[in-house]
């Protein structure tokens, strides 16, 4: 006897239970939306930081990313990961995000023919050049890899595709599909909470404040607030500063600053040092072929050095290095430059050893001094930046001349390796003045209600860098203040490149000031598998058959055995 649904399926309205079934489970399925993220990396699963960004949005968000069009196959993987990636937070509120892929050149509806690139270069995102190979020799594809996030009427610029020199298209497209998530949850975290820290720059001993600060400030205005604070006519380093940024000072400290600047680190306060310990400039240079680097005796020393950091009065050369044009040949009215390597430029890689300069290009320095790192108690020390292999160092007083790029350099003498110029300092520093300040420096401190500490009351972090100019600008007369990064003498050169200094200052000040969720995010790691090119080539038929001529086989073969077996069924009837 057959049962209720027996009885449906006999029926000849049994399609229309199944139709029944069919609709129901698609319309659970639009409203309960659930993945397994089965890859080692994860690459498909959003942080705890970026998961509550997400869960606690009050009003709508609005994606434009600029990555529509024909682009080169390389390029492609990296807006399909795009959109993968922003379909991924979509997924996670489905009703406060949206997003749309525009093209550049399309115009702005109502604004009567304003394209929407004319918009992104008016807020600095200027287009890269994609070289293509076709059958018909190189072409040239002009991007802009860039999105805007909407949120509350504010807006932020993310830059989606950074271009490095120093590593192969795969890797430069893997690396940034590790960083989407980064950069998107970062420019998020912005606009809901859009309160800008307060970065304090320290002009009292003689650092810049002209033209060169020009990047600085543009680079910080996004996201932090930059005043000019003199550390020397000021009583104290007020607290509402979450950090003491300190450029390339020329003249030397005095007790009371060093004082001033060792309280405010035992108060909780942030301080990032950029400091030339030589006197060497370039523009020097420009007047006479050779001069003399020497101590600026910045009174510094033993302050970093209980902290646990020594900057030396070196000079870092390294064959991985930036270019100058210098002179080869001709005569004095009409001298013949060329492009050379000038080793006082040192560029440096990071080893990715640390969530600040993970996924970081090339950093340029400027007669960079080594570090050492000295034993405190209780300081964890991170080496950020160093040397490549082929490099060394000179010691001071040094003469520097153009006329060493007029003979290759001894390949022999530059067999150091890692040789450190930025270091990470972290945990409960202690205090230079300790057992020795005065009672009228501790009645004065008590006075504007910062009672004088022997040590850092929760850990802190520093950062100490030996180059100064690692984050000024350069000039140019007809250009004007030039982006961060970027070398004027390799201006409209095959030379020029954008290095990454900007990105370097900017992770570590998200490192020191901005919740730790969201740099942790800088830590995701995609594997790139490649294939083996030279198999590739070897077994391209014998693959191509197995993918698409042994399917469509496979198909015909099982066919022609079920009309087989059908016949043989249906002639024994």
């Given at each position: 006897m057959k049962t209720g649904i027996g009885k449906i399926f006999a029926s000849k309205y049994w399609w229309l239970l199944l139709l029944v079934i069919l609709l129901g489970i698609n319309f659970?399925?639009?409203i309960i939306h659930s993945r397994v993220?089965?890859?080692?990396?994860?690459?498909?699963?959003?942080?705890?930081?970026?998961?509550?960004?997400?869960?606690?949005?009050?009003?709508?968000?609005?994606?434009?990313?600029?990555l529509k069009g024909n682009?080169?196959?390389?390029?492609?993987?990296?807006?399909?990961?795009?959109?993968?990636?922003?379909?991924?937070?979509?997924?996670?509120?489905?009703?406060?995000i949206s997003y749309q892929f525009i093209s550049p050149k399309d115009e702005i509806p109502g604004t009567n023919?304003?394209?929407?690139?004319?918009?992104?270069?008016?807020?600095?995102?200027?287009?890269?050049?994609?070289?293509?190979q076709v059958k018909t020799g190189e072409s040239s594809s002009m991007v802009y890899p860039f999105a805007i996030m909407k949120y509350k009427g504010r807006q932020e610029l993310i830059n989606i595709f950074e271009v490095s020199t120093n590593k192969s298209p795969e890797e430069v497209i893997n690396s940034e599909e590790a960083m989407l998530e980064y950069k998107f949850a970062k420019a998020l975290d912005r606009l809901v909470d859009p309160q800008k820290p307060l970065i304090a720059y320290s002009t009292g001993n003689g650092e810049p404040t002209d033209y060169r600060t020009f990047g600085l400030q543009q680079t910080l205005q996004m996201g932090y607030q930059m005043f000019t604070f003199n550390i020397n006519t000021q009583k104290i380093i007020p607290d509402t500063f979450k950090v003491l940024l300190i450029v390339k000072p020329s003249i030397q400290f005095t007790d009371e600053e060093k004082l001033k600047i060792d309280?405010?680190?035992?108060?909780?306060g942030k301080v990032i040092c950029f400091i030339d310990n030589l006197i060497a400039e370039q523009d020097s240079l420009r007047y006479k072929p050779e001069i003399i680097a020497y101590d600026r005796n910045l009174n510094l020393t033993d302050l970093l050095f209980r902290y646990g950091a020594r900057i030396n009065t070196d000079l870092v050369m390294d064959l991985q290095c930036d270019f100058l044009?210098?002179?080869?040949?001709?005569?004095?009215?009409?001298?013949?430059?060329?492009?050379?390597?000038?080793?006082?430029?040192?560029?440096?890689?990071?080893?990715?050893?640390?969530?600040?300069?993970?996924?970081t290009g090339l950093v340029a320095g400027r007669f960079v001094n080594s570090i050492d790192t000295i034993t405190a108690t209780g300081i964890t020390k991170t080496i950020l930046l160093s040397s490549s292999p082929?490099?060394?160092?000179?010691?001071t007083p040094a003469l520097i001349s153009t006329n060493e790029n007029r003979n290759t350099p001894e390949d022999e003498k530059f067999k150091k390796s890692n040789i450190p110029v930025a270091v990470l300092l972290e945990g409960k520093f202690t205090s230079l003045f300790r057992n020795r300040v005065s009672s009228i420096q501790v009645d004065s401190l008590a006075l504007y209600g910062t009672p004088f500490k022997e040590v850092s009351a929760v850990d802190n972090k520093m950062i100490v860098v030996a180059d100064g100019d690692m984050v000024l600008n350069d000039v140019s007369p007809k250009d004007g203040p030039l982006p961060m990064g970027l070398n004027f003498y390799t201006l409209n050169t095959q030379y020029e490149y954008q290095f990454a200094n900007r990105d370097f200052l900017l992770n570590c000040l998200e490192y020191l000031v901005n919740k730790p969720g969201i740099i942790e995010t800088r830590n995701k790691d995609i594997v790139l598998?490649?294939?083996?090119?030279?198999?590739?080539?070897?077994?391209?038929?014998?693959?191509?058959?197995?993918?698409?001529?042994?399917?469509?086989?496979?198909?015909?073969?099982?066919?022609?055995?079920?009309q087989q077996v059908r016949k043989r069924k249906y002639a024994a009837v």
């Open positions: 659970f399925a639009t993220d089965l890859t080692k990396e994860k690459r498909y699963t959003l942080s705890k930081a970026t998961k509550d960004l997400l869960k606690n949005l009050d009003e709508d968000v609005q994606i434009d990313i600029f682009f080169p196959a390389k390029f492609r993987k990296m807006t399909n990961s795009t959109s993968e990636f922003v379909e991924l937070l979509r997924e996670r509120n489905n009703s406060k023919g304003i394209k929407y690139e004319d918009t992104l270069k008016s807020m600095g995102a200027f287009p890269i050049n994609l070289k293509a309280q405010y680190v035992m108060r909780g044009p210098f002179a080869v040949g001709g005569n004095t009215n009409n001298p013949q430059y060329e492009f050379l390597h000038w080793n006082y430029y040192p560029l440096f890689e990071s080893s990715g050893n640390h969530i600040i300069t993970k996924n082929n490099s060394r160092t000179i010691g598998r490649l294939l083996d090119t030279q198999k590739v080539k070897d077994q391209k038929i014998t693959w191509q058959f197995v993918n698409i001529a042994l399917p469509v086989l496979l198909i015909i073969f099982f066919g022609w055995i079920y």
